[in-house]
């Protein structure tokens, strides 16, 4: 079965600078790896209009890298 869907650009986020991007499975989290602010960001994604709420900001270390969603049995 293929499945077919368009994305559309809702907002940009302003003086970031993401180096790897994750949506977790059920598409209410958006997870960015920031260099320039030595964490990762978390979002919460709108499910009515898919807009992403301020971003919490969770320490990584000096240089957060690859980002991975693993569900954990």
Do not use: C, H
């Amino acid at each position: 079965m293929l499945f077919r869907s368009v994305l559309t650009m809702k907002q940009t986020l302003e003086n970031n600078d993401p180096t790897q991007i994750v949506v977790d499975s059920a598409g209410k989290f958006l997870y960015a790896a920031n260099t320039a602010f030595k964490g990762v960001l978390s979002y919460k994604i709108d499910q009515t209009d898919g807009t992403l709420a301020n971003p919490t900001n969770v320490p990584a270390g000096e240089d957060p890298g690859a980002l991975a969603i693993v569900k954990l049995q």
